[in-house]
């Protein structure tokens, strides 16, 4: 079915659109003559708003826009130019490099939870996702609860179980929203430092956090998008390859919007000889490897793991790291230093670490690149809640695997303390049959949009010892999700005790492995504090 937008505008909310907006009557569309402040601020707002993205700006951020100036004409005829100077390098030249200079924000509405991981694919680009702890999925714009029904299903018989099954699980996930909250309020009474705001936001992300695996792999969202040129022809060249309709719908959509903007960067996307023959690459590797798989590994069953495995890591890396530490410091060449490394005690090994981290005030304090020469790599089964938050992280390598009921699912104890169990795993039961009905059908592809979030997905990290340290240390805060916290304490757990690097696990000091009732109380009562502060 033909994607729509969120809003209908009056006439005089299109003409205050128009100037910033590259269309107001399609669920992707790109900002343009804005200043760099108020569309990060923009994004930012989006991400923990129900608002659409041109909603927003009306009601937020219009006037303060026509206060400051910013009108439709900036930097028009300066851009015209810089077109035709891109296209000139492109064509005569074939500079790719030229093409992360320029870049553009681009909203992406409607979309589901399986696109949304095909657009956050590419490394070299930055991502906002309207998060479902903030937003409750419980509006019915046109009377619909907010899932995408691929037009693979639509064309096939299971169009109406698709509806069922899903319309039941988004039934079960708002009926259940209320009682949630209660069952945490009783559980969880409001302290006397607390305001009614700071308690009802805690109880809320609370209560959405513990349901959120009801709702379905097609369940919508929207998506805020920063990248360059390059980095956006790189996404639609690989959105255009893509199996799914729904993923090839929204890079036709993408290329027109940026085709408005900045033309120059994306003109080779749509010419045979250049995007086309990209797009048959891939494709036809894609088919060539799932042929090798079926014929190498039909019949091999997965054997049972832990939630967290490392997989493969350098034993000699945490010694490694010590010799790169005293590189800079010395005029001595490296393997020399390697050497010297080995040589030393493990006292002496960690005293050098612990000078190189230095004093660490908090976590966005990192060492150096020395942390970049180990690496570790793990193989994460854990619910498809917490594979989309620890999924955007872009300085590692990641990949996963098709979404199914294979691997069970997780059940927050919540569940059955507040008597939600029956239904929850009633939910969990229809995704597992309607699944199994797409995939009997040959409906492979389109079979996961059917899949709870709070089933299992297998997937793998590889990082080095500096990302880990970024990763592990913002993932275990205390008001991350208990999901992915309890990933990444493992991560931790395992760089010390699996791989012996003590030392690099005790640099990142800002690994929390406390156990939090409550996820977001001292994050919201740090932040009213805050306001309190500015008036």
Not at 7 to 31: G, H, I, M, Q, S
Not at 340 to 354: I, K
Not at 387 to 401: I, K, P
Request: proline fraction near 5%; charge should be neutral.
């Amino acid at each position: 079915m033909p994607a729509q937008t969120q809003d209908t505008f009056t006439p005089d909310e299109v003409r205050a659109l128009e100037p910033y907006f590259t269309n107001t009557d399609r669920p992707v569309f790109a900002l343009r003559n804005l200043p760099e402040t108020v569309k990060g601020a923009l994004f930012s707002r989006y991400s923990r708003s129900a608002k659409s993205l041109r909603r927003l700006f009306l009601d937020e951020f219009l006037g303060d826009v026509q206060e400051g100036g910013a009108g439709a004409a900036t930097g028009t005829a300066g851009s015209e130019r810089a077109d035709r100077l891109y296209a000139k390098v492109f064509n005569e030249y074939g500079d790719d490099s030229v093409a992360q200079l320029g870049g553009a924000h681009v909203a992406c509405e409607g979309v589901s939870n399986i696109l949304t991981k095909v657009l956050e694919w590419g490394r070299l680009m930055a991502y906002l996702e309207q998060s479902t702890r903030y937003v409750p999925y419980t509006a019915k714009p046109g009377g619909r609860w907010k899932y995408h029904v691929p037009a693979e299903v639509m064309r096939s018989p299971f169009a109406g179980a698709f509806t069922s099954a899903l319309d039941f699980a988004f039934e079960t996930y708002a009926k259940w929203i209320p009682a949630m909250e209660d069952h945490f309020r009783s559980k969880y009474p409001k302290a006397a430092e607390d305001s009614d705001a700071v308690y009802r936001s805690v109880i809320r992300a609370k209560a959405l956090d513990t349901l959120r695996g009801l709702l379905p792999a097609a369940t919508t969202s929207n998506l805020g998008l920063y990248g360059t040129g390059q980095a956006y022809e790189a996404l639609i060249l690989r959105m255009r390859a893509h199996p799914l309709e729904e993923v090839r719908a929204y890079a036709d959509m993408l290329l027109h919007e940026l085709r408005q903007i900045m033309p120059a960067f994306v003109a080779r996307i749509p010419q045979p000889d250049r995007g086309g023959r990209w797009v048959q690459y891939f494709e036809q590797a894609r088919e060539a490897t799932r042929a090798a798989v079926n014929e190498r590994l039909a019949g091999v069953e997965p054997e049972p793991r832990d939630e967290v495995t490392l997989t493969e890591f350098d034993p000699e890396g945490e010694i490694k790291v010590v010799a790169s530490a005293l590189y800079s410091a010395t005029n001595l060449p490296d393997d020399q230093l390697l050497a010297v490394a080995r040589q030393m005690s493990g006292d002496d090994r960690a005293a050098v670490l612990r000078a190189y981290v230095g004093e660490r005030a908090n976590r966005r304090h990192k060492p150096g690149r020395a942390f970049e020469r180990t690496r570790y790599r793990f193989d994460v089964l854990t619910d498809y809640g917490a594979f989309r938050d620890l999924q955007r992280h872009r300085l590692l390598t990641l990949e996963w695997q098709p979404l199914s009921p294979e691997h069970g699912f997780v059940e927050p104890a919540a569940i059955q303390e507040a008597g939600a169990q029956q239904e929850f795993r009633e939910v969990m039961e229809r995704s597992a049959e309607l699944h199994a009905q797409l995939m009997q059908a040959g409906l492979t592809e389109v079979a996961p949009y059917a899949v709870a979030m709070a089933y299992r997905v297998r997937f793998y990290m590889d990082m080095n010892a500096r990302e880990a340290m970024h990763v592990i240390e913002l993932r275990t805060a205390p008001q991350g999700h208990p999901a992915y916290r309890r990933v990444c304490q493992a991560m931790h757990r395992a760089i010390a005790e699996v791989a012996g690097h003590r030392a690099i696990a005790d640099a990142m000091r800002f690994a929390d492995h406390s156990h939090v009732e409550l996820e977001r109380l001292q994050q919201e009562r740090a932040m009213e504090k805050k306001r309190s502060a500015r008036g």
